[in-house]
């Protein structure tokens, strides 16, 4: 029921993750990760009250070379997590802001990771974190995983449940979150 009464005074973002299905990882011998693989975040409002200023927060799991990240900076405060941690700030004037019905990808050039080369040939599964906030909303976490299947690349994502707590999320434990979900790759079942 919160919930829904938020959605009719602040705004309602979510993120989306795509990746073209089925990508082709490129390995080339003697090189010590793939070639570089593009991300996409979409971020969409489905409220009528538009996110004029949203911060973005983006764990990459450690495995996982961050190529190019896009729009988002390092965020160094955060080096004791096992994950390197990415902000982005998005406000107006000098961005459009997060409007009903107008998806914007936040990701501009693309999000570009690269995969450990001895991983090729394997089974693994890589995640990725993104949490946003914005005034009038509170914290949301959307979970991808990565699912390296021999040379293919797939992805899963969706959005990941937070306990409910009085007022938002804190910076703390959105790290504890990143801490817990972003630990080493693992071997899908």
Not at 29 to 34: C, F, I, L, T, V
Not at 38 to 47: E, I, K
Not at 60 to 88: E, G, R
């Amino acid at each position: 029921m919160r919930d829904v009464f938020h959605r009719a005074v602040g705004p309602d973002l979510e993120v989306v993750f795509s990746l073209q299905s089925g990508t082709p990882v490129q390995f080339v011998a003697g090189q010590e990760y793939s070639e570089p693989i593009s991300l996409r975040l979409t971020v969409a409002n489905r409220a009528s009250e538009p996110a004029l200023y949203t911060v973005l927060m983006l764990a990459i799991n450690h495995q996982l070379k961050v190529v190019n990240p896009s729009s988002f900076t390092l965020n160094t405060a955060s080096s004791d997590l096992p994950a390197p941690m990415y902000q982005l700030n998005w406000s107006v004037p000098s961005r459009m802001p997060f409007v009903k019905g107008a998806p914007l990808v936040v990701t501009e050039p693309s999000l570009q990771v690269a995969i450990p080369a001895r991983h090729a040939g394997a089974n693994q599964a890589y995640t990725i974190m993104c949490t946003i906030v914005a005034p009038g909303m509170e914290h949301r976490a959307f979970l991808a995983a990565l699912l390296l299947s021999d040379t293919t690349l797939s992805l899963l994502s969706g959005r990941l449940e937070l306990e409910a707590t009085p007022g938002a999320i804190t910076n703390q434990e959105v790290a504890q979150l990143a801490s817990s979900t972003l630990g080493p790759a693992t071997t899908p079942p």
